[in-house]
């Protein structure tokens, strides 16, 4: 027996995170009535525990959805799939995985834009490998720095400007773009071992700055300010000092009166009509298959479900997926390589366990062009940090591999050591190759009976040589601030992280993208896509920001345009 | 206790002996038996099959890896020697002396190691890290609300008792 459905919105949502989070907001103030479909619940600053087995180990808030669907890896497309060596899974909760994030909110930089034609430009025209397929986005950060500035303004970043109109600071990153606005929050709080890096980093050279937070260093707009607990990545805020859309973004655009947000909502395809468009989605709640039906969709979950979702909302315009009608869904993805490094600077109390992993000293010197890349068997780089919050099972685990890792001379390690480790943080820029592949694993399939994404994708040599000559940076870094000893965890690839770009790549020709310059599917041009899914390069950082910042301008696109989107 | 692991007749003994041997007794503070270590992992069999499973077959292996060598089970074994022994399984060399660790020695000395660190450093709640020995060890001082600027200088912070997660339950509904 079927349900009504409900009656036709003007745009519904799949996914109400970090991105529509926020582009909701000038949806729904212009007066569109908007669905949002949420997979998980609503989550209050009461339930988050500071407890690093169920947040960092059991990842609890990803059990909604994310994790019991955690996607399939394989290196080539001869290969079988099976269970990727890491995975780290997503939130699903209204707010997204922006509720455990450790809210590092940087900038791409100007370079990341073009970054093809820049490394060709350089280096010759022969520099990148056959089958690289890194490309230039169809914008440049000048045309993306207003909205850069709106998020950072509307959520309360903390941070210095190191180039304010073209003026430098060195208090700020001079390597950074040029911004038209200054933070609206200072950063968050310095620490004996920032500064002591701080100190060691502009001693050799470099160019240090305390990293861009998207955690409130002061109230801010009716919302609380950090308290510095030591529990943040991989934990929702227990104040509420996270820059997540369920605190700011998605009240506002409740209190319109125009958003309507179903929880525990979980989509499962997005139909489309007999000429092609997108008629609404479908979603599963309470057991229960409810069709809504839309004049536009927004698609915005993380990666890996965007990709899913259109691969598996075929119809008859679009027998291969919505999106899919030039094989271009999948395409082009890419994964940082997240390094945790650590020194050890004997008899000194660091006191690094506590705060929180944005409270660092960052810098740019290693990141994008900044250095010269020549003979050097990569391109692209990381922003490198040294960062505060180690936990205690972590710290007992990352330690130099000339200790030994248990029995007594890893418990005189610990006991001598224990309050003396510093922690360094590298995000490594992955290029995507014409061989990497998001598609549906055929052998594999969720609890639902959706299949499984399978990713195809591994470390090329490139990937070692950034890893050995970055890591070699941070390691300089930290003998200079005076560490004995420093510990490099092996190159892995990490496959399934929250740090997974492309799929639904963002460009002008319909044979080498997924959506266009705005967001929208080329093929279908009333679904918007929200989320890093649609970067053509990746940068060496975090990506909610930019992430957020594609996301207002799609919005304001849509609402543009909305008589031509709409019809 | 009534849980799968101890039903598989005498495996308690071994379990117990990997954490000794993991996290001796020593002049560095207590070690992984007095912090309950050996609840948290059988915490963690009583919940999932799979890690309960793991550990039966591999315990199992242990001892037989231990008469093969020894002519004893690995519980009656010497710290000396169940560390020699332990220290060939993380190296992967067990397989040489025609030892069968399922599904690999590497692969079950990670996951007991990973379980050792949890149970050693994760909050008390869960089981294990009991009297806080792990934290202790680790000069870590506990959970901490709201860490003031003198908490994060280089050098020794304010005295504080060391909290875990049920000594801040009140502060914390106080905001």
Partial sequence: ?567 | MDVGLEKAAGQLEALRALIDTLVPDDEFGPGGLAAGVDHYVIHLCTDDETVAAAYSANLAALDRLSNGEHGRPFAELDLVARTELLAAVEAGDATAVGCDFVPDPAGFFGLAHEHMLQGMFGDPVHGGNRDLIGWKLLGYRGIKLKTDPEDQRIGPPPERPVASMADITAERARG
Wanted: proline content about 6%.
């Fill in chain 1, 1 to 567: 027996m079927s349900h009504r459905n409900p009656s036709p919105a003007d745009v519904v949502v799949v996914g109400l995170g970090a991105t529509a989070g926020l582009a909701v907001g000038p949806l729904a103030e212009a007066g569109l009535r908007v669905v949002a479909l949420e997979a998980g619940p609503h989550r209050v600053d009461n339930e988050f525990v500071f407890d690093e087995i169920a947040n960092d180990h059991r990842n609890w808030l990803g059990d909604p959805k994310a994790n019991h669907e955690v996607p399939t890896w394989r290196a080539r497309s001869a290969e079988e799939s099976g269970d990727a060596a890491i995975a780290i899974t997503m939130v699903n909760a209204v707010g997204g995985t922006a509720i455990h994030s450790p809210a590092q909110y940087f900038r791409l930089l100007p370079w990341h834009f073009r970054e093809r034609s820049s490394i060709i430009e350089r280096y010759g025209e022969k520099a990148l490998p056959e089958g690289n397929a890194i490309a230039d986005w169809p914008l440049d950060y000048e045309e993306l720095e207003p909205y850069y500035a709106k998020v950072e303004q509307f959520l309360g970043v903390s941070g210095k400007a190191g180039n304010l109109n073209g003026e430098l600071d060195p208090g700020g990153n001079v390597l950074e773009g040029t911004r038209s606005t200054e933070y609206p929050l200072g950063p968050l709080r310095r620490t004996g071992f920032t500064e002591m890096m701080a100190t060691a980093a502009r001693e050799l050279g470099w160019h240090p700055f305390p990293g861009a937070a998207g955690i409130r260093s002061e109230p801010y707009a009716g919302l609380p300010a950090c308290t510095y607990c030591g529990f943040c990545i991989c934990n929702g805020c227990w104040v509420g000092a996270k820059g997540v859309t369920s605190l700011r973004g998605i009240p506002e655009a409740v209190a319109t009166g125009n958003l309507e947000v179903v929880t525990e909502a979980r989509a499962v395809r997005i139909d489309s009509h007999a000429d092609g468009r997108a008629a609404g989605v479908t979603y599963v709640k309470d057991g229960r298959e409810i069709f809504q039906p839309a004049r536009a969709v927004i698609l915005a979950t993380f990666t890996f479900e965007n990709v899913r979702l259109l691969l598996h909302s075929s119809g008859s315009k679009h027998p291969a997926g919505l999106g899919n009608d030039l094989d271009q869904v999948g395409r082009y993805p890419m994964t940082h390589q997240i390094v945790q490094m650590r020194g050890v600077f004997p008899g000194q109390d660091l006191n690094t366990l506590s705060g929180t992993y944005a409270q660092g000293t960052f810098l740019d010197d290693w990141e994008a062009d900044n250095f010269d890349h020549s003979g050097l068997g990569f391109f692209g780089g990381s922003t490198v940090g040294m960062v505060m919050e180690i936990k205690p099972i972590s710290a007992a685990r990352g330690i130099p591999s000339n200790y030994p890792r248990w029995g007594t001379g890893w418990k005189r390690f610990l006991s001598e050591n224990g309050r003396s480790l510093g922690e360094g943080l590298l995000q490594i820029e992955q290029h995507p190759y014409q061989d990497f592949r998001l598609d549906l694993d055929p052998r594999r399939r969720d609890g639902s009976g959706m299949p499984l994404v399978r990713f195809t994708i591994d470390l090329r040599d490139s990937d070692r040589a950034a890893f050995e000559f970055l890591t070699g940076k941070v390691r300089t870094w930290f003998e200079a601030a005076g560490a004995t000893d420093v510990f490099t965890p092996p190159m892995m690839l990490q496959a399934v992280t929250p740090h997974v770009y492309g799929g639904t790549r963002m460009g002008d020709d319909p044979a080498a993208s997924a959506v266009d310059r705005w967001g929208f599917l080329h093929d279908t041009p009333n679904v918007g896509v929200l989320g890093i899914s649609t970067l053509p390069s990746c940068g060496g950082r975090n990506p909610t920001l930019t992430a957020q910042a594609l996301a207002w301008r799609t919005a304001d696109r849509l609402v543009e345009d909305w008589d031509e989107i709409a019809a």
